[in-house]
T-cell receptor
Framework: DVKVTQSSRYLVKRTGEKVFLECVQD?????MFWYRQDPGLGLRLIYF???????EKGDIPEGYSVSREKKERFSLILESASTNQTSMYLC????????????FGPGTRLTVL | LAKTTQPISMDSYEGQEVNITCSHN???????ITWYQQFPSQGPRFIIQ???TKVTNEVASLFIPADRKSSTLSLPRVSLSDTAVYYC????????????FGAGTRLFVKA
């Protein structure tokens, strides 16, 4: 089975802190994604990557950056956390050009105080 | 990108068949229709995908009419554990690039 793991289930940070969220997948998937999920808004795509060192902006990239130095690992970085970035963050991976089945991690609930 | 429209919520009883319809009037020729299920405090889970007519797996069936402007996810004989949010997405078959998750349909199954 595909396994997507995220570094933390719950995280509490202070405004202005730099925050790293890490995601690792073990199925050699080319694609990796970062979403945030807020009540009533569904999932919104922040960034995605289709290869090592490649990244593409999603719908809401402002305030975020990403890093993909290895195929299995995709990191989301909040350079200076703000309270409006309090949210559930979900990482996903998928095979390139193999349908649209994304495999999601359990999520990280981030609270910025 | 095709946008989708789904009911915000639905109620059902155990043992009933549930049909959730999704509208996607602007679906493109190369778009596929994909459905996900999400339980509280978990990431979404892929249920089924189709292009036209009918697709069935061990979990659900997906009905797509000839014009492909809508699709219906059918869950046979639901149980309490089917209470979840169901998302309909349309996108090209590129591994999920640029897929848009809307607000989904919250299904509540009662005893």
């Amino acid at each position: 089975d595909v396994k997507v793991t995220q570094s933390s289930r719950y995280l509490v940070k202070r405004t202005g802190e730099k925050v790293f969220l890490e995601c690792v997948q073990d199925m050699d998937h080319e694609n990796m994604f970062w979403y945030r999920q807020d009540p009533g808004l569904g999932l919104r795509l922040i960034y995605f990557s289709y290869d090592v060192k490649m990244k593409e902006k999603g719908d809401i990239p402002e305030g975020y950056s990403v890093s993909r130095e290895k195929k299995e690992r995709f990191s989301l970085i909040l350079e200076s956390a703000s309270t409006n970035q309090t949210s559930m963050y979900l990482c996903a991976s998928s095979l390139l050009r193999e349908g649209n089945e994304q495999f999601f991690g359990p999520g990280t609930r981030l609270t910025v105080l | 990108l095709a946008k989708t429209t789904q009911p915000i919520s639905m109620d059902s009883y155990e043992g009933q068949e549930v049909n959730i319809t999704c509208s996607h009037n602007n679906i493109a020729t190369n778009d596929y229709i994909t459905w996900y299920q999400q339980f509280p405090s978990q990431g979404p889970r892929f249920i089924i995908q189709g292009y036209k007519t009918k697709v069935t797996n061990e979990v659900a069936s997906l009905f797509i009419p000839a014009d492909r402007k809508s699709s219906t996810l059918s869950l046979p004989r639901v149980s309490l554990s089917d209470t979840a949010v169901y998302y309909c997405l349309v996108a090209q078959n590129t591994g999920g690039f640029k897929t848009i998750f809307g607000a989904g349909t919250r299904l509540f199954v009662k005893a």
